[in-house]
């Protein structure tokens, strides 16, 4: 890329980062968690058509997707579960095509009095911009749309159809990416601005969330037996969970991407309820459970080892033989994916070209990062063979109370971006 080209477009970041953080606060006070995107998503459907862009705002149906590879079981209805893409059509069509994508979903933001400030109330201090989603990720998919507009106030768009993506479901399955390929959205790289510290991802692992369901006959605690009671019997199942945990993670089982992680693959236990009487022996009790598998490994494999684990435990507990546990699949069954073992022209390309942007805007080379979460680039990798890089801002304590993510890092991720749209898709005059 030409120089001026490079300066004018940093500054054009530059000039509209007011603007760009004012956008970021109203879309994080919409608290878009699952089933509650509604109005954020009609906020961005408007705010891409403002820029000329075509938009297409469609409810996922599941039953165009639950054949597909990747599908998820769905959690809850899907009433209120829309997708938003944004079009460019390029005059020329000269150069790549490029999907931006991004979730709008955010995960909940748990007892209210461990924020300060609140969650969906967006608050700058320093470098710090607070609130949940913020970093992960309506940061990044700000960060997108600024990068597009910086091309624009330059007087140039892409010479090549960009694909500005806002997905749901992104937190629990994943659905919300595999229905806009259903849709047919395809291009030749995809860019996914997800908070991991502005180093590219290079592999990621899967995700599989599971619900252990346990249930028997209710009695007053004054005639319970030892080991009649469901909420207890749920304890030496997550122990052998947690054993199959230790054994998913021994060296020689390891993923090369991951050889130098002490543990990546973990075992969450997220949710528990049971019984209904403190003076009655609870008679069921149901808990959630999130675990991680490598790039490479079946699904399917992963699946009936975890059920061939739960069902060993219970042989050796009182109430659990007369009451087997039974297992539900609920939420991500999600593969892992390694963009560096995709070896084609075009990864490698995309990648040289986010590593120059990258440079350009911060001085110094590309950090490479295996992380121990899903994103929906699985999707675009796995299932697509279009190359889906992972690269966003600096953001702390996603998922946890006072999620913040670093402007300066915002700023950095949106010039790098500007940059990588104009040298992937080229530029056409407007
Ligand atoms: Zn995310």
Avoid at 12 to 27: C, M, P
Wanted: aromatic share 8%; hydrophobic share 40%; with cysteine.
């Amino acid at each position: 890329m030409d120089r001026e080209l490079e300066t004018a477009l940093l500054s054009a970041v530059d000039q509209r980062f007011d603007d760009q953080l004012d956008f970021l606060k109203e879309l994080v006070s919409h608290p878009s968690t699952r089933g509650r995107e509604q109005s954020a998503q009609d906020f961005m459907a408007g705010e891409l058509k403002e820029r000329g862009l075509s938009v297409d705002r469609w409810q996922i149906d599941v039953e165009d997707i639950r054949h597909l590879p990747g599908f998820s079981p769905v959690i809850g209805p899907y009433e209120d579960a829309v997708n938003v893409v944004g079009t460019h059509k390029s005059k020329a069509r000269t150069g790549r095509s490029l999907i931006l994508n991004g979730h709008i979903d955010v995960v909940p933001e748990g007892p209210l009095d461990m924020w300060d400030p609140p969650p969906f109330a967006p608050h700058i201090d320093g470098d710090a911009f607070f609130g949940r989603g913020a970093g992960d990720m309506k940061a990044g998919l700000v960060g997108n749309l600024f990068a597009l507009d910086a091309l624009k106030a330059c007087g140039l768009a892409p010479a090549a159809d960009v694909f500005f993506q806002s997905v749901v479901e992104e937190e629990c399955t994943g659905n919300g990416a595999l229905a806009c390929m259903q849709r047919g959205y395809k291009a030749d790289a995809a860019l996914i601005p997800e908070p991991f510290s502005e180093a590219l991802v290079t592999a990621q692992v899967g995700v599989i969330w599971f619900q252990v369901h346990l249930k028997g006959l209710p009695t007053h605690v004054a005639y319970a037996g030892d080991g009649s009671n469901a909420i207890e019997a749920a304890i030496p199942l997550i122990n052998a969970l947690h054993k199959l945990e230790d054994k998913w993670n021994g060296p020689d089982l390891r993923h090369p991407d991951f050889a130098h992680h002490h543990h990546p693959l973990n075992l969450n236990v997220g949710k528990i309820t049971g019984g209904d009487w403190t003076s009655s022996v609870p008679a069921w009790c149901v808990f959630d459970v999130r675990m991680g598998v490598y790039p490479g490994q079946s699904i399917d494999a992963m699946r009936a080892e975890i059920e061939a684990v739960l069902l060993e435990a219970a042989e050796s507990n009182v109430f659990l033989k007369e009451n087997k546990p039974s297992v539900v699949y609920h939420g991500f069954l999600a593969e892992g994916y390694a963009l560096s073992e995709d070896t084609s022209e075009g990864a490698v390309a995309s990648i040289s070209t986010l590593e120059a942007a990258h440079t350009a805007v911060t001085g110094e080379p590309l950090g490479k990062v295996a992380i121990t979460a899903t994103t929906d680039s699985r999707f675009f990798g796995l299932y697509a063979d279009t190359p889906a890089l992972v690269y966003g801002p600096k953001a702390e304590a996603i998922h946890g109370f006072n999620e913040h993510v670093s402007i300066e890092s915002i700023n950095r991720i949106t010039k790098a971006t500007a940059l990588f749209i104009a040298n992937w898709c080229g530029t056409e005059k407007l």
